[in-house]
């Protein structure tokens, strides 16, 4: 462990020594930084102190800042260290009007009381209705797609999941996983991977997703499949404010919420507590056809009602520090647990060649799942006075419990109603692990003039992993004996590290935008099958042969054209914006744990599962070329991508070899030769009735190819696809908004078949009330289409899946909003205990 972190701690203790000795004067400038000014912020027309306005001093000609801070709880302030120059004073504060003071220091004035500084309250400012701009529910730019979550009322009172489900060019299946463009994202939550589940993110606390479908050489180079990354809300206005949300539905569903905000000088705390219950009952079948030199030997059917209740519990705490205008340090600690449990009925009938009824059976499983995560974090942020400067670092340990007892009841008769030998079969599992993530981030961007900047950094994670499953079978004779199932008994742990270090380069040439990146990643990861004594590991680099499948590049190439504001028969009128852009990367997907260790980790009475050792990582070359289009009220994206994919790690599945009927199948991972993706995605965005209706459609349309081979069959595969999201919503009269979102995915090529197409359609209405309450009533999935299955076919047989992940049901929620949007209770506070105290202000740069 040490010998792979010893060298990323010189990297990371090199630039917190540098940057700790700091420099004379502000930015690092070189002319004696000597000067003084002070003086005393106070109301035009009362006199009275203004306190906590904030002071900023800008260069005399550009919008630099060169020092600032807020003023003393008397109005005083006064910034020191201040090289010889011209500069200009701005006074800001909520509710009242900027000013502007031009300062000069010079040798002969080196130090200068300004006075008292009066700021005029801003009266449009204090009305009761506030205007202020509306966020549009999607953003488009030219490296990511920025879904805001306030937005879209039909997620109010849901998950994570049901915001992804409206995001566009992201398609959500049966179990709950994600898919952008045909593969599986990366999920990051403020910019950091995490090991939550959307499932476990309730969406009242989400502010925006944000979609990077190729990520440059900053982000990790596991992140082939793109990046969602979840930003969190979040409240810096000053005083308190808070939220509390209550909701039910049907069938069966709760939900409760409360958050708090609390801001005053240089602290900032929030608080949240989220509850969520759910309750689906759903149907789905399976449909085997088993075939022997493409002649059918007979079939297997099986229709199933899977009852689910899920309970969920998330909290945080954060404190902010601000240790001076441009330093800040914060604290949070995450806590979530939550319980689910499934009881599945399955009825099950085998036939023979003529569709005669040879055997059926009834099967019962029953789950109880519970796990709990604990996330700590505490991140420090530098800016310096050079625009765009700044330093970051953050350290995050997780850890996360889980456990798990199901209990497996089968009863098998013949045609003719008789119990089959040896009567019930019943099945234990219970199941143990946990989880402990290390991970260490640091961050540094250095603009070097206003068009080139460098930046860099380093992260090291470590996690370490353990997990317990022990099988039971219960003796017929004798219901209180079990006997362990050694074949699926295992007791594994997993150790991965990864370090990485990156770098890119931006700047400008003839008018055209470009970023150079690299990215070195040093990996290393062994399983241990400790009940059995096996184990697997690998590393890279593990010599100079593969040294340079260590690197990752990046490329992008930028330009805009237009966005200007004219006058055109003396009106204003803003030109189109068009960007285009090309962009290049290399990624990798290593072998996870699963599918590398060969031992048996799922099995019923027609599969299994097992691990394969000699997977190798798969490589990813992804070309995008988009262009973007934006007006006031219109907004058109389009990505043309390729993706090339080398030793694709694929599912594959062939029957058992000592099964002579072959209706058992082994499913495993093996590494195909090639897959090839192209698509083309568009989104476009408009308003309509003078912004009253908003539309945004997204269209995804791709070709897939999968050539792989293994036991001497040859798999090839390849096919058209496409998906598409629509949402409209428009705003009613009395402060009404009802919005509709729909969705269709057409099959979609895998290895050994095609999924089932999939539809839906959600309905939403959403109800103002005096500015801070608010009612939401939403229907999922109207019509009650929303399916996911399966299409699967190959020599010996073929299978049609299909099953539900949640039934139609409504939802209604009422969310009441409250506070002070300043500072005036706390300064009361501090008014009524007499604090008066002069002096300037602790101005720490």
């Given at each position: 462990?040490?010998?792979?972190?010893?060298?990323?701690?010189?990297?990371?203790?090199?630039?917190?020594?540098h940057?700790?000795?700091?420099?004379?004067?502000?930015?690092?400038?070189?002319?004696p930084?000597?000067?003084?000014?002070?003086?005393?912020?106070?109301?035009?027309g009362?006199?009275?102190?203004?306190?906590?306005c904030?002071?900023?001093?800008?260069?005399?000609?550009?919008?630099?800042?060169?020092?600032?801070?807020?003023?003393?709880?008397?109005?005083?302030?006064?910034?020191?260290?201040?090289?010889?120059?011209?500069?200009?004073?701005?006074?800001?504060?909520?509710?009242?009007?900027?000013?502007y003071?031009?300062?000069?220091?010079?040798?002969?004035?080196?130090?200068?009381?300004?006075?008292n500084?009066?700021?005029?309250?801003?009266?449009?400012?204090?009305?009761?209705?506030?205007?202020?701009?509306?966020?549009?529910?999607?953003?488009?730019?030219?490296d990511?797609?920025?879904?805001?979550?306030?937005?879209?009322?039909?997620?109010?009172?849901?998950?994570?999941?049901?915001?992804?489900?409206?995001?566009p060019?992201i398609?959500?299946?049966?179990?709950?996983n994600?898919?952008m463009?045909?593969s599986?994202?990366?999920?990051?939550?403020?910019?950091?991977?995490?090991?939550?589940?959307?499932?476990?993110i309730?969406?009242?606390?989400?502010?925006?997703?944000?979609?990077i479908?190729?990520?440059?050489?900053?982000?990790?180079?596991?992140?082939?499949?793109?990046?969602?990354?979840?930003?969190?809300?979040?409240?810096?206005k000053?005083?308190y404010?808070?939220?509390?949300?209550?909701?039910?539905?049907f069938?069966?569903?709760?939900?409760?919420?409360?958050n708090?905000?609390?801001?005053?000088g240089?602290?900032?705390v929030?608080?949240?507590?989220?509850?969520?219950?759910?309750?689906?009952?759903a149907?789905?079948?399976?449909?085997?056809t088993?075939?022997?030199?493409?002649?059918?030997?007979?079939?297997?059917k099986?229709?199933n009602?899977?009852?689910?209740?899920?309970?969920?519990?998330?909290?945080?705490?954060?404190?902010?520090?601000?240790?001076?205008?441009?330093a800040?340090?914060?604290?949070?600690?995450?806590?979530?647990?939550?319980?689910?449990e499934?009881?599945?009925?399955?009825?099950?009938?085998?036939l023979?060649?003529?569709?005669e009824?040879?055997?059926?059976g009834?099967?019962?499983?029953?789950?109880?799942?519970a796990?709990s995560?604990?996330?700590?974090?505490?991140?420090?942020?530098?800016?310096?006075?050079?625009?765009?400067?700044?330093?970051?670092?953050?350290?995050?340990?997780?850890?996360?419990?889980?456990?798990?007892?199901?209990?497996?009841s089968?009863?098998?008769?013949?045609?003719?109603?008789?119990?089959?030998?040896?009567?019930?079969?019943?099945?234990?599992?219970?199941?143990?692990?946990?989880?402990?993530n290390?991970?260490?981030q640091?961050?540094y961007?250095?603009?070097?003039?206003?068009?080139?900047k460098?930046?860099?950094g380093?992260?090291?994670?470590?996690r370490?992993?353990?997990?317990?499953?022990?099988?039971?079978?219960?003796?017929?004779?004798?219901?209180?004996?079990?006997?362990?199932?050694?074949?699926?008994?295992?007791?594994?742990s997993i150790?991965?590290?990864?370090?990485?270090?990156?770098?890119?380069y931006?700047?400008?040439?003839?008018?055209?935008?470009?970023?150079?990146?690299?990215?070195?990643?040093?990996?290393?990861?062994?399983g241990e099958?400790?009940?059995?004594?096996?184990?697997?590991?690998?590393?890279?680099?593990d010599?100079?042969?593969?040294?340079?499948?260590s690197?990752?590049?990046?490329?992008?190439?930028?330009?805009?054209?237009?966005?200007?504001?004219?006058?055109?028969?003396?009106?204003?009128?803003?030109?189109?914006?068009?960007?285009f852009q090309?962009?290049?990367?290399?990624?990798?997907?290593?072998?996870?744990f699963?599918?590398?260790?060969?031992?048996?980790?799922?099995?019923?009475?027609?599969?299994?599962?097992?691990?394969?050792?000699?997977?190798?990582?798969?490589?990813?070359?992804?070309?995008?070329?988009?262009?973007?289009?934006?007006?006031?009220?219109?907004?058109f994206?389009?990505?043309?991508?390729m993706?090339?994919?080398?030793?694709?790690?694929?599912?594959?599945?062939?029957?058992?070899?000592s099964d002579?009927?072959?209706?058992?199948?082994?499913?495993?991972?093996?590494?195909?030769?090639?897959?090839y993706?192209?698509?083309?995605?568009?989104?476009?965005?408009?308003?309509?009735?003078?912004?009253?209706?908003?539309?945004?459609?997204?269209?995804?349309f791709?070709y897939t190819?999968?050539?792989?081979?293994?036991?001497?069959?040859?798999i090839?595969?390849?096919?058209?696809?496409?998906?598409?999201?629509?949402?409209?919503?428009?705003?009613?009269p009395?402060?009404?908004?009802?919005?509709?979102?729909g969705?269709?995915?057409?099959?979609?090529?895998?290895?050994?078949?095609?999924?089932?197409d999939?539809?839906?359609?959600?309905?939403?209405?959403?109800?103002?009330?005096?500015?801070?309450?608010?009612i939401?009533?939403?229907?999922?999935?109207?019509?009650n289409?929303?399916?996911f299955?399966?299409?699967?076919?190959?020599?010996?047989?073929?299978?049609?899946?299909s099953?539900?992940?949640?039934?139609?049901f409504?939802?209604?929620?009422?969310?009441?909003?409250?506070?002070?949007?300043d500072?005036?209770?706390?300064?009361?506070?501090?008014?009524?205990?007499?604090?008066?105290?002069?002096?300037?202000?602790?101005?720490?740069?």
């Open positions: 462990m040490n010998k792979n972190i010893l060298p990323f701690l010189i990297l990371i203790l090199f630039p917190l020594i940057f700790a000795q700091g420099r004379p004067g502000i930015g690092g400038q070189r002319t930084a000597i000067g003084k000014i002070y003086g005393k912020i106070v109301e035009s009362k006199k009275s102190p203004v306190e906590f904030t002071i900023t001093l800008l260069g005399a000609q550009k919008d630099t800042v060169l020092s600032g801070g807020l003023t003393r709880s008397n109005g005083d302030f006064m910034l020191d260290k201040l090289p010889l120059g011209r500069y200009r004073l701005r006074i800001q504060f909520i509710g009242y009007k900027t000013l003071k031009p300062v000069m220091v010079t040798p002969n004035l080196l130090e200068q009381d300004l006075g500084l009066a700021i005029e309250p801003d009266t449009r400012a204090l009305k009761e209705v506030t205007i202020e701009a509306e966020k549009s529910s999607v953003v488009m730019t030219i990511r797609r920025i879904y805001n979550v306030e937005k879209d009322i039909s997620s109010r009172g849901g998950t994570g999941l049901d915001v992804m489900r409206n995001v060019g398609t959500v299946d049966a179990d709950g994600v898919n463009r045909n599986s994202p990366t999920i990051f939550v403020d910019g950091r991977p995490t090991l939550l589940t959307l499932e476990q309730p969406a009242d606390q989400i502010d925006r997703v944000e979609v479908t190729n990520p440059s050489a900053k982000f990790d180079a596991s992140t082939s499949g793109g990046i969602i990354n979840v930003v969190l809300k979040k409240n810096n000053p005083g404010n808070g939220m509390v949300t209550v909701g039910a539905g069938p069966s569903r709760q939900n409760a919420m409360v708090l905000n609390i801001k005053e240089r602290f900032n929030g608080m949240m507590y989220n509850i969520n219950r759910s309750v689906n009952v149907k789905g079948y399976t449909n085997r088993s075939l022997r030199n493409k002649i059918e030997t007979g079939s297997f099986q229709s009602e899977n009852d689910a209740t899920s309970m969920m519990h998330n909290g945080r705490l954060a404190i902010d520090y601000n240790i001076s205008n441009r800040a340090i914060t604290a949070s600690q995450a806590m979530m647990f939550g319980s689910y499934i009881i599945d009925k399955q009825h099950f009938d085998a023979d060649s003529l569709k009824l040879v055997s059926y009834d099967r019962t499983n029953s789950q109880n799942n796990w995560n604990y996330t700590s974090q505490v991140q420090f942020r530098k800016t310096f006075p050079r625009i765009g400067r700044e330093l970051t670092s953050d350290f995050t340990y997780s850890r996360s419990q889980r456990n798990n007892l199901s209990n497996f089968t009863l098998n008769y013949d045609k003719n109603n008789l119990l089959l030998p040896p009567g019930e079969e019943y099945q234990k599992n219970n199941g143990t692990g946990n989880s402990n290390y991970t260490f640091l961050d961007v250095n603009p070097i003039t206003d068009s080139a460098w930046e860099f380093v992260r090291s994670n470590i370490i992993d353990r997990s317990k499953l022990e099988v039971f079978y219960r003796d017929p004779l004798n219901n209180a004996n079990f006997t362990s199932d050694t074949a699926l008994t295992n007791d594994y150790t991965d590290y990864v370090n990485a270090a990156y770098a890119t931006s700047s400008m040439l003839w008018g055209i935008g470009y970023q150079m990146g690299l990215r070195f990643e040093q990996i290393r990861f062994k099958l400790l009940n059995k004594n096996q184990s697997f590991e690998y590393y890279y680099p010599s100079l042969g593969n040294l340079y499948q690197f990752f590049p990046s490329l992008f190439l930028n330009k805009k054209i237009g966005g200007q504001t004219i006058q055109e028969d003396g009106k204003n009128r803003t030109k189109a914006l068009h960007e090309l962009n290049f990367t290399r990624k990798i997907n290593r072998p996870g699963m599918q590398a260790m060969p031992f048996i980790m799922f099995a019923d009475k027609l599969n299994y599962r097992i691990g394969n050792p000699n997977l190798a990582p798969e490589f990813i070359n992804t070309v995008e070329f988009n262009y973007n289009t934006i007006l006031p009220a219109f907004n994206f389009t990505s043309v991508y993706k090339a994919t080398e030793n694709p790690i694929t599912n594959f599945a062939f029957p058992l070899a002579t009927n072959g209706n058992v199948l082994v499913n495993t991972f093996i590494n195909g030769k090639t897959q993706n192209y698509g083309m995605e568009n989104n476009v965005r408009f308003s309509l009735f003078q912004r009253k209706m908003d539309v945004s459609i997204n269209g995804n791709f190819i999968i050539n792989a081979s293994s036991n001497n069959t040859t090839q595969n390849q096919g058209f696809s496409w998906n598409t999201k629509a949402m409209a919503s428009y705003k009613l009395k402060n009404f908004t009802v919005q509709l979102n969705n269709y995915e057409a099959p979609r090529i895998i290895p050994q078949g095609t999924t089932l999939q539809y839906s359609i959600d309905f939403s209405l959403n109800k103002e009330i005096m500015k801070f309450i608010t939401n009533l939403m229907v999922n999935d109207v019509f289409t929303r399916r299955g399966t299409s699967f076919e190959s020599d010996f047989l073929i299978q049609d899946i099953r539900r992940r949640e039934i139609r409504v939802r209604l929620s009422v969310s009441m909003r409250f506070g002070e949007m500072v005036s209770l706390f300064k009361r506070k501090r008014s009524n205990r007499g604090d008066n105290q002069g002096g300037g202000m602790d101005m720490e740069y």
